[in-house]
Every structure is written in C-alpha cells, then in structure tokens.
C-alpha cells in the first residue's frame, strides 16, 4: 500500500535530449533566462507546460525536485543554475559551475587559392595532404613547409577544422622563411559575408605588424619558439552550423616568390565553448499552486548550448 501510495502521488517531468544543442540566450550577463525546450514526460497531478517549461504542483507538501543538466558554455563563465518557484531562485536548488577551457581541435583538410594554374605553387612538404595535417598536430620541429606562390594578387593557405562550435583562440607555432617585406597575415572565414576577415589589422608599410615570425633559412630555433596566439571569438559568423566547419587561412597578399616558405610546426584552435554538467537534487516545502521552472545565467553575454536537460518534482509527505 506504501509503494502505491507513492505512485499516486503528484508527480512530473520534463526533459530535453539534444544531440546539437538549443540555445538559451544570456542577453544580460547575471539575469537568469529560463529553460524552455522541453518535452513533457510521464506526469501526474503536477501541471506540465512545455512550451514554458513550468511545472505546476496541485497540493501543499514536502516534494523532492532535481535537475540534470548537460551543456556547452562559453569558455571561462561561471554558469549558474537554479530551480525558479514563482520567480525566485529556490535556494536548496541552485548550482554554479565554472566553464573549463574549450577543446583544442586540428585541421582535417588544407587547400591554396589560387591554386596550381593560376599562379600559385601550391605546394607543400610532406607530400601528402594526410601526412602535413598529422604534422600540424605537435609541437615536435617536425615542420610543413608551404611554398609561396607566385600570384600577383597573393595566395592564400586555407585549413579546414571540423568544429561543433565557434573556436576563441588560434595558436601557430611558426614562421616565414622570405622576404621581411612581403605582407602576411592570419584570416579567417565569415560564413555570412562569404569574406575573408584579417583577425589583425593589416601592416601597410610596417612588417613589423605581421602575423609571422620573419626568420632567415637556417634559424630554425625561431621558429621553434615563434609562438602566435589570436583571439578569433568576434561576432562575425565564424562557423558554418550546417558543415559545422571553421577556416582558417595564412593569407599572403604580396606578389609571391617560389623560394620563400611558410613552415608550421603546429596549427591549432581552442573552441570557444565547452562542457559542463549541473546536477542538483533539494527537498523543499512546496505550496498548491507553486510554479517551478529552470534558469541558467552567465557571466558573459552569449548562448548556452543545452544538449541534456532533466527536471523532475515528487511529493513525498
């Protein structure tokens, strides 16, 4: 009679299982934003509105409430979440987590434009596309060496990263091997614009302003330590949400020469989102009538991406 007892009681459940993520938007960093993409589960007595995610409960009790949470944030927020009961943050429900640094993620392809034909060399060093891409990945002096092309107009080296998210940071471990005249910068892809985008302002007359250590042929120690890091967290479309790609180019935009060399040791973005999970449970004194819902805020504008959601209430006494 107890265990049916318990059955009977009110009951609910609202969840969400989202392989790529709904976004809840932080408009307003430290202002709490409701949960709202959710499914009803099996329910009974306690109201259910999905579309609000709320949850009514139709008695006066004690009820034990949880929420399991799984999300990508932005790099370096404190996310907080908290169960909300008509409005306010119910204190027995509340967690904080610090978002932990994005993932850092490699090339899958590489390409020039303009390609072999139209006045670039197009060549790189190892041979194979494979064997540069696996390369890229260490910090090892065991370097990919791309060729400058002879195009008037410049050329441009273009990486390819498989990305579910926008990335934050680029970082080369690099240099040229050329002329301290020829202009080269770091560029990225606005998938919005379909434009090339400088990720710094372009030197003009100053090489001094270019993204590239400037080494002779024989200093490979330069290189080596020649370590370039740029914040590519902007607000321009960056990533492609259906190819769920980033490109990255080494744009060199001076007429080029055969003979000098870009030569990389390691290529990487770190993604500008990352994981984090919230689990709370609480006990607490709930009255007829009592709202419940979810909210998540953050300490910086932006979305959190929710992949996993579980919220559940049942009165026990």
């Not at 002879?150 to 240099?175: D, E």
């Not at 980033?246 to 990352?274: C, E, M, N, Q, R």
Request: glycine share 10%; aromatic share 10%.
């Amino acid at each position: 009679m107890g265990e049916l007892d318990l059955l009977l009681r009110p009951h609910g459940f609202l969840y969400e299982y989202n392989e790529a993520g709904s976004g809840i938007e932080i408009v307003t960093p430290g202002t709490y934003y409701p949960w709202i993409t959710g499914t009803a589960g099996v329910s009974s007595g306690i109201t259910i509105n999905a579309g609000a995610g709320t949850m009514t409960v139709p008695q006066t009790g004690v009820y034990d409430v949880l929420f399991k949470f799984v999300a990508h944030a932005p790099v370096g927020c404190l996310l907080r979440q908290a169960i909300h009961k008509n409005g306010s943050i119910v204190t027995e429900l509340k967690a904080k987590r610090l978002v932990p640094l994005g993932d850092e993620i490699f090339a899958n392809a590489l390409s020039y434009d303009p390609v072999s034909g139209s006045g670039g060399a197009s060549l790189f060093a190892p041979a194979t596309e494979a064997e540069a891409i696996a390369r890229l990945k260490n910090q090892d002096r065991s370097y990919v060496d791309f060729q400058e092309g002879s195009a008037a107009g410049g050329q441009k080296v273009i990486f390819t990263f498989s990305a579910n998210h926008k990335a934050k940071t680029v970082r080369m471990y690099g240099g040229y091997v050329g002329a301290a005249a020829h202009k080269k910068k770091i560029a990225i892809y606005n998938y919005t614009t379909a434009l090339w985008e400088d990720i710094t302002a372009r030197a003009g007359a100053n090489s001094l302003d270019d993204d590239f250590i400037d080494v002779g042929a024989s200093d490979m120690t330069n290189i080596n330590n020649g370590v370039r890091e740029y914040d590519i967290s902007g607000s321009g479309m960056y990533h492609d949400d259906t190819l769920d790609e980033i490109k990255i180019a080494f744009d060199h935009y001076s007429t080029g020469v055969t003979s000098h060399h870009f030569l990389i040791d390691k290529l990487s973005l770190f993604l500008a989102y990352s994981e984090v999970i919230g689990v709370k449970t609480g006990r607490v004194n709930l009255t007829a009538g009592d709202v419940l819902d979810f909210r998540v805020t953050c300490g910086e504008a932006g979305f959190v991406y929710v992949h996993v959601m579980e919220m559940m209430a049942r009165r026990v006494a």
